[in-house]
């Protein structure tokens, strides 16, 4: 034998399914251990002068493949005035700003995860040489045709194709 569903009941199981809906979703990591849970305040954003050298992270080593100078086409390349980027060893540079990388992540031989600390350039406050921590960045960067192509994927997923700049040969009036 059914019972009935009173109004009382059907109210208290509307309820019981309105909270489990606003319930907050499980939070979630990007592999670097920073959680989508974590509030923005629990992130570092400014650096600190009383911090000492010892505790900040040392910098990660990007790999060789990956080192060099990128570029949107061969115009930029030359000029640098397109979408430039220069990647040593432990620096990601771009206009007027780099990154510096904490925590390297291998995808692959040819996909890597780089969380970095962001600094931009100086401002009239600040002395020659001085630069500011802007924040905190993850780059997501695939080699594509054997090396010659980099595709560097952003947070909101738009993707910037750079090509690998080749260094001016000897001959090159330019190089002298």
């Known amino acids: 034998m059914t019972r009935p569903i ?14 489990a809906a606003c319930q907050k979703p499980e939070p979630t990591d990007d ?5 989508s849970a974590a509030p923005a305040s629990a992130l570092p954003t400014e650096a600190s002068s009383a911090t000492p050298a010892s505790a900040l992270p040392e910098i990660a080593l990007i790999p060789q493949a990956f080192r060099g100078h990128w570029d949107a086409d061969e115009e930029g390349c030359q000029t640098g005035d397109k979408a430039p980027l220069r990647i040593s060893e432990g620096s990601l540079d771009y206009w007027e700003d780099s990154s510096e990388a904490r925590t390297l992540k291998i995808i692959s031989p040819t996909h890597i995860k780089i969380a970095a600390d962001d600094y931009g350039e100086e401002t009239s406050d600040m002395k020659p040489g001085d630069t500011t921590l802007k924040g905190h960045s993850i780059w997501d960067l695939t080699l594509l045709d054997n090396g010659d192509t980099l595709k560097d994927v952003s947070k909101d997923g738009s993707i910037i194709l750079r090509i690998r700049c080749k260094p001016p040969s000897a001959d090159d009036p330019a190089a002298q």
Do not use: K, V
Request: hydrophobic share 65%.
């Open 31 to 35: 592999g670097f251990g920073i959680s």
């Open 6 to 19: 009173n109004a009382t009941t059907a109210l208290i199981g509307a309820a019981a399914l309105l909270l």
